[in-house]
Each structure stands twice: as C-alpha cells, then as structure tokens.
C-alpha cells in the first residue's frame, strides 16, 4: 500500500472495530511536541500492518480526533478506547460496556482521557 508524501511527521496506528473484529489504521499526524491529530482512517490486513511495521514507533502526549475524522471503517464509531490489558485500541462509541476484540478484556465504565502512550508506524 503507498501513501502519499507528507511534509510532517504521521503514523499508523493499528486499532480493532469492537462489532466485526477487524482491524484497520488510524492516521496520526504530529502538531507539536506533545500533540498529535487523528484524521482518516482505513481497512488493512494484519499482514500489511505487519510488513509495514505500524507497531514500532511510539506516540505519546494529548490525542485530538479532528473534525474530519471518519471513524471505523466498519462500524462508523469515531471514538476509540486503549484496553489495558493488551494495550490494543478499539473503536468504541459512548457505550458503558465493551469487550476487547483482541484479548477478551471486559469494561463496566470508562474514564475520559486525551494523554495516551501508542505504538504507531510511519507513513
């Protein structure tokens, strides 16, 4: 898969919609130092992630979802959560509840947050 060329420094990062299980990228685009811009997202085989090596850098700091962001490509939602047991991230729309597609890991309740730790790939 190419990308387009880009001036500033973006990322991939890999997420999983919490209905299909699948997994897709999240563009992520560095503002500054300690923030950084989610806006576009796509389908992508585990295989390209891994040839790609999404998983090998790191972002870190205040995550903005911009305006334009379209959300999972399969289920629409356009909020995400990082589980804390296999640090995957799920797409999530406000629910309560939620179960890790990857690992299994139940949630009851969420705490809103924009600082995160991910792992991302270049672009």
């Known amino acids: 898969m190419s990308f387009p060329h880009i001036d500033r420094e973006a990322l991939v ?3 999983y919609c919490h209905h299909t299980r699948k997994m897709f ?9 300690r923030r950084w811009v989610q806006d576009w997202a796509f389908p992508i085989e585990p295989s390209v992630a891994s040839d790609e ?12 979802i911009d305006s334009s962001y379209p959300g999972c490509p399969y289920c629409g939602a356009t909020g995400w ?6 640090g995957s991230l799920v797409c999530h729309e406000d ?18 947050s924009t600082e995160f730790d991910l792992k991302g790939g270049t672009h």
């Not at 990228?25 to 130092?33: A, K, N, P, Q, V």
């Open 13 to 15: 990062v890999i997420g």
């Open 25 to 33: 990228g999240i563009r992520t685009e560095r503002l500054d130092s």
């Open 53 to 64: 090596r999404f998983d090998r850098n790191r972002i870190s700091g205040e995550i903005i």
């Open 81 to 86: 959560f990082k589980c804390d047991k296999c």
């Open 95 to 112: 629910e309560d509840k939620a179960i890790c597609p990857k690992c299994g890991m139940k949630y009851d309740g969420f705490i809103n």
